[in-house]
């Protein structure tokens, strides 16, 4: 017998830039957090599933384990999280989301399609936001964009012959 599911969760009011701006506030709430998802880990929930839920990497997921074992839990409030924060802003996000849809010829740009290179001198003219290609590129992972360039078509090419040596 199949289990009915209930109705699902209103979550109009769940602000989550705001909630996770509230847990890098307290030391003690990341580290009680990064508890909670040891203890799901103790309990046979996957490590895919704690890292897409927190939208850590495994690795995240690998050191905290490395630091209970070595500190206990106040080995997360000893070694606070390092490193740089990103710039991919939320507004940035959103921005390049709604510009790469669009092909660049329509903001004057010569390019016909969006590349790290394009992106980078985009943000630079539009919100002095100087970034490296490289940057640029994994910015646009980010949002799930990927890169595909176009296929060349020859034009002497007859589209009916092409058909017809595909089926052969």
């Known amino acids: 017998m199949e289990k009915k599911r209930g109705r699902k969760a209103i979550t109009n009011s769940i602000n989550e830039v705001e909630l996770n701006e509230w847990i890098k506030l307290d030391l003690n709430r990341s580290a009680g957090i990064k508890c909670q998802a040891l203890i799901s880990l103790k309990n046979n929930v996957s490590v895919t599933n704690i890292c897409k839920v927190l939208g850590v990497t495994r690795e995240c997921v690998r050191l905290w384990r490395k630091t209970i074992e070595k500190d206990g839990p106040e080995g997360f409030i000893k070694y606070p999280k390092t490193g740089k924060t990103s710039g991919l802003t939320e507004e940035i996000k959103t921005l390049l989301k709604t510009v790469v849809v669009q092909s660049p010829e329509k903001l004057n740009y010569k390019q016909v399609i969006w590349d790290g290179k394009l992106v980078c001198r985009f943000l630079s003219d539009n919100k002095n936001v100087k970034i490296s290609v490289r940057t640029a590129q994994n910015w646009l992972k980010a949002i799930n964009f990927t890169r595909q360039k176009p296929r ?17």
């Not at 060349?152 to 052969?168: R, Y």
């Open 152 to 168: 060349k078509k020859f034009k002497q090419a007859n589209e009916d012959e092409i058909e017809t040596f595909k089926k052969n």
